[in-house]
T-cell receptor
Framework: AQKVTQAQTEISVVEKEDVTLDCVYE???????LFWYKQPPSGELVFLIR????DEQNEISGRYSWNFQKSTSSFNFTITASQVVDSAVYFC???????????WGAGTKLIIKP | GAVVSQHPSRVICKSGTSVKIECRSL??????MFWYRQFPKQSLMLMAT?????????EQGVEKDKFLINHASLTLSTLTVTSAHPEDSSFYIC?????????????FGPGTRLTVT
């Protein structure tokens, strides 16, 4: 069975601190995709990244970076020099079945204090 | 590109009435659309998957007669909440898949907040 675990329910840091959001997944598929989405208070989901199972290279996009490690089945997300605008709920998701459905983690609420 | 709209963004209805939510892919043809429900402080819960021209596939525990899904064209899917009750109040999100942009990429609408009084 496929599963995504985001063990951190809520994280609170002071602005400019670095913060890492954890995501651990379970799947028996050899080909799969991992995603991160941001959901600000408005509710609209914002796509951040997609990574396929064959690409373990870490990704950096501005202050955002992602660490994909198949050996530990993790796809962690780090925000460097956090800003108040980063406050949101962040979801990790896994895709890989024939129905094109995504399996969602419970989400991590990130609070950045000024 | 890959924009999905939802209408309405917010709706308040009385208990016992029906509400229709529209989901449109504006710049691509969506062979598959997904409907999610999200309760406060919870994750997204998949309600159903709809493929254009065929009946929707509902997840376990979702009443198909209560949540009617129609995917009549490649750019439009509708979710009708029939005989709504206060417990149906929730945030409903649709997403669409563009098969030409990548297998598992889903493009999300902005969501519809339903309040049943």
């Amino acid at each position: 069975a496929q599963k995504v675990t985001q063990a951190q329910t809520e994280i609170s840091v002071v602005e400019k601190e670095d913060v890492t959001l954890d995501c651990v997944y379970e799947t028996r598929d050899t080909t799969y995709y991992l995603f991160w989405y941001k959901q600000p208070p408005s509710g609209e989901l914002v796509f951040l990244i997609r990574r396929n199972s064959f690409d373990e290279q870490n990704e950096i996009s501005g202050r955002y970076s992602w660490n994909f490690q198949k050996s530990t089945s993790s796809f962690n997300f780090t925000i460097t020099a956090s800003q108040v605008v980063d406050s949101a709920v962040y979801f990790c998701a896994l895709g890989g079945d024939s129905n094109y459905q995504l399996i969602w983690g419970a989400g991590t609420k990130l609070i950045i204090k000024p | 590109g890959a924009v999905v709209s939802q209408h309405p963004s917010r709706v308040i209805c009385k208990s016992g009435t029906s509400v229709k939510i529209e989901c449109r892919s504006l710049d691509f043809q969506a062979t598959t659309m997904f409907w999610y429900r999200q309760f406060p402080k919870q994750s997204l819960m998949l309600m159903a998957t709809s493929n254009e021209g065929s009946k929707a596939t509902y997840e376990q525990g979702v009443e198909k007669d209560k949540f009617l899904i129609n995917h009549a064209s490649l750019t439009l899917s509708t979710l009708t909440v029939t005989s709504a009750h206060p417990e149906d109040s929730s945030f409903y999100i649709c997403s669409a898949r563009d098969p030409y942009r990548g297998s598992y990429e889903q493009y999300f609408g902005p969501g519809t907040r339903l309040t049943v009084t």
